[in-house]
């Protein structure tokens, strides 16, 4: 059965540094999204992203954060400076279209900043 | 806002029905569904519901909607130690079709 995978399942990285998170999503998935969960809180939207650009955007995507779609199949999310404040799990999840209410989510990357 | 919450603990024992609930505050709400997530392991789709239906049966599990209270449930029959897990109960607004918002999640533990 496919599957969305994330990479890595765990990410240490010092205050300040870029990160890039990555995912693989469903293979004929048109719609990508990015989720976090801080340690217990609830799940967040993040991002949405179709057609080669966002969608919707929450109040926490700000302008430290990035998506991209580099080639057909990875869709990634950059944080620029990371902050103690981003250590959370990032969930990456795709939607097959418009016509389909099925998000599907990947294991998630554990992404803790020190 | 957007809104969605539900009870933090669930104990029951194996062989006996679970039923965990959720409210929700968004009357516009489109899609409501049911996630699992076992430990380690990603957000599993379990089931979801169209607002216009009461009641969705698939195999053990039963979703019912109460739409007038803005009330979601989901029951899960004959549950087994495999069913141990956090469900999260989320929903999808029409005002927004991107979006998914969840509860806190529910953690379901089974005694023997």
């Known amino acids: 059965e496919p599957e969305v995978t994330q990479t890595p399942s765990h990410q240490v990285t010092q205050m300040g540094q870029e990160v890039i998170l990555r995912c693989v999503p469903i293979s004929n998935h048109l719609y990508f999204y990015w989720y976090r969960q801080i340690l217990g809180q609830k799940v967040e939207f993040l991002v949405s992203?179709?057609?080669?650009?966002?969608?919707?955007k929450s109040e926490i995507f700000d302008d430290q954060f990035s998506v991209e779609r580099p080639d057909g199949s990875n869709f990634t999310l950059k944080i620029r400076s990371t902050k103690l404040e981003d250590s959370a799990m990032y969930f990456c999840?795709?939607?097959?279209?418009?016509?389909?209410?099925?998000?599907?989510f990947g294991p998630g990357t554990r992404l803790t900043v020190t | 806002g957007e809104d969605v919450e539900q009870s933090l603990f669930l104990s029951v024992r194996e062989g006996d029905s679970s039923v965990i609930n959720c409210t929700y505050t968004?009357?516009?709400?489109?899609?409501l569904y049911w996630y699992k997530q076992e430990p380690g392991a990603g957000l599993q789709l379990l089931t979801y519901?169209?607002?216009?239906?009461d009641m969705k049966q698939d195999q053990r599990l039963t979703v019912l909607l109460n739409k007038k209270d803005k009330h979601l449930s989901l029951r899960i029959a004959d549950t087994q130690t495999g069913d141990s897990a956090i469900y999260f109960c989320a929903e999808n607004s029409y005002s927004s079709a991107s979006k998914i918002i969840f509860g806190s999640g529910t953690r379901l533990s089974i005694r023997p």
């Open positions: 992203f179709y057609n080669n650009e966002i969608s919707e």
């Open positions: 968004d009357s516009s709400s489109t899609y």
């Open positions: 519901i169209f607002s216009n239906m």
């Open positions: 999840a795709s939607r097959a279209s418009s016509g389909s209410n099925e998000q599907y």
